[in-house]
């Protein structure tokens, strides 16, 4: 008798403990959802934006005069508070975003039938700051390159 209720007892305590355990990956599920609902880092905005100009530059290619005004904000690429727990490595990101300012730099001196090619190094060093640090933006970076003008 006392056997049978030594097993009973412990097959209560079993499921409490299994019920006390449960609330567990719900808890952290729960902080999931707020972190997407959380607004977006600085850097995010910035990747916007830099996103959005590109975008723009492309449009005007090949137009004589359509660059849009230089964007000074993006000088704070290498500054820029990324989403909270993102790796942001400390030797590779700032060398990425010294190249992606570079060649923006290069976009805006080069002619206008240079321009193209210009805008693709441009994307490129999207790109390969993308290969190390956030792929998800990658597959519509790979989709930003231009033709070469009059084709
Ligand atoms: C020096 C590295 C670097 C360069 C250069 C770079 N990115 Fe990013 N990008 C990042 C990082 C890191 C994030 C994640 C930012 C965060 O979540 O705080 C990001 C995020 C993004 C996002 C997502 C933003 C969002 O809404 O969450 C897009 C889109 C993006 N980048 C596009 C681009 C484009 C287009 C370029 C070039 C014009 C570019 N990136 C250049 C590192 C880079």
């Known amino acids: 008798m006392s056997l049978i209720r030594t097993a009973l007892l412990s097959v209560a305590a079993l499921t409490f403990i ?11 599920s729960t902080n999931e959802d707020e972190q997407e609902l ?12 830099m996103a959005i100009h590109a975008d723009s530059v492309k449009a005007g290619l090949g137009k004589k005069d359509r660059l849009p ?3 000074k904000t993006f000088r704070n690429l290498n500054k820029t508070t990324p989403t ?9 990101f700032p060398t990425f975003s010294k190249d992606y300012l570079s060649k923006l730099d290069d ?7 240079e321009r193209p090619q210009a805008y693709n190094a441009l994307v ?13 933006p990658l597959m519509r970076i790979r989709k930003m390159y231009a033709e070469p003008l009059g084709q």
Do not use: W
């Open 18 to 28: 299994a019920f006390v355990q449960f609330p567990e990956p719900l808890e952290r």
């Open 38 to 49: 959380a607004p977006p880092s600085d850097l995010a905005l910035l990747m916007r934006a």
């Open 69 to 71: 005004q230089f964007p």
């Open 84 to 92: 909270k727990g993102m790796h942001i490595d400390a030797i590779t």
């Open 107 to 113: 976009l805006y001196d080069a002619p206008t039938a």
């Open 124 to 136: 490129q060093s999207c790109a390969n700051c993308h290969g190390t640090h956030c792929p998800g």
